[in-house]
């Protein structure tokens, strides 16, 4: 019997000018975007990939993901990320990340937590039997964290969604919703502050006619952000960055 | 002395789940980023890459672009992008590209035009010597075409930029124009519909300063868009699209 690859890890590789934000590094959905797919790909090996679920009418959804950087990939810099599953059950999966640069040097680390959910009833389900696949490795970063609101003075902006902002499970894809709160920040605040620690979490999903505002709250070293439907109020994905000054 | 890679194959992958649209397959603005990457790779291979031109003021910026696909990659199906140069000097490189599914068939290719630009003059340079670096292999698509303006029937829209559209040039990345084209035709309009040619010309920057309008026209079997400065009038970007019912 072939044993199980507790952990995935991407070649490493320089990072694409190509695929730089306007500061010349990887934006914050970019490297969201690389740890869903290294978590799908690891997925896939562990054989509760895409197509295992899909057979099933299941589908992991993200539900919450924690990001910390001491320093983001900037152009042809060198990195990797490797990630594993910390626990698992037939309706969640936790998985951890570690993004490593050109030495082996951790750059940052990420926590996600995934639920497995009906396609077509649009909710939780179970996924089955599980193989056993935790590993425990270290992720020092705080645990994820509860999103608060912005509070009552935070900037509405509108948030409606179409076509090139859903994914494959037809809802809003996760990294638009942290590419939308980066947009309403703007090129100057991207010039003079860098995020060093992310909370999201995906409370509802959104569909492309869904009616959404986005609320946002800045201090000096935070932004709060809520995407919520504009007719229920229903919040439908809270963030929190923890920023400085560059 | 070591010999120049004359062609640059991607490694063949599946396509993640979480990297495809909404029909379940590669969108074409995310194929123009992966053909993208991998000229900028096959550049960084020739030594005339990121690193090369930036120590000289330079950086190369996409001019045209033509992509013919008789397949689009869908989820899990493996694909490489190959990518050569046609022809080279000192201001130009028109490199072509061939998409090859699982079994090694083809199932598209492109044809790319590339300026050498003064970064802060903002305008056409010269690369200095050149390496030897022209090949010829098929690319049996028609030649980058004339892409026409929509004509006066044409739908309006507007067309700001901010931060997620903007690349390490700190101008509208080329894939983005192709995202709000893409999401000014909706959904409904990709279930129903498959690109089969995209001739896209880049005609002048845009700045996020710039106060673009998006015209689109729309027949049985095109779309054609064209960017503009809403003051000036001035064409940034036009594209065709050639396309049939799914």
């Not at 799908?40 to 299941?58: F, I, N, P, S, W």
């Amino acid at each position: 019997m072939t044993e199980l690859p507790l952990t995935y890890t991407t070649e490493p590789r320089p990072l694409s000018a190509a695929l730089c934000d306007a500061t010349g590094h990887l934006s914050m959905a970019s490297l969201e975007t690389r740890l869903i797919v290294a978590a799908t790909r690891h997925a896939d090996l562990l054989g509760v990939g895409y197509r295992e679920l899909a057979a099933k009418g299941l589908a992991w959804v993200l539900s919450r993901m924690s990001i910390e950087m001491t320093a983001m990939p900037g152009i042809l810099d060198v990195f990797s990320i490797t990630t594993w599953v910390e626990s698992f059950n037939r309706h969640l999966s936790y998985r951890n990340f570690a993004i490593h640069g050109a030495d082996g040097t951790p750059i940052g680390f990420a926590r996600s937590l995934w639920a497995c959910i009906d396609i077509n009833l649009r909710r939780t389900s179970e996924l089955g039997s599980v193989p056993g696949c935790e590993t425990a490795l270290e992720c020092p970063i705080a645990p994820i964290q509860r999103v608060a609101a912005p509070g009552p003075d935070a900037e509405v902006l509108p948030a409606g969604f179409t076509y090139s902002d859903l994914d494959f499970n037809r809802h809003v894809n996760s990294a638009r919703y942290l590419e939308r709160i980066a947009d309403a920040l703007g090129l100057d605040w991207h010039d003079s502050h860098r995020i060093t620690r992310l909370d999201i979490a995906y409370l509802h999903e959104t569909l492309p006619s869904t009616p959404a505002v986005l609320r946002i709250g800045r201090t000096d070293d935070a932004v709060t952000a809520e995407f919520a439907d504009a007719e229920s109020g229903t919040a439908l994905c809270r963030a929190r960055l923890a920023v400085e000054r560059r």
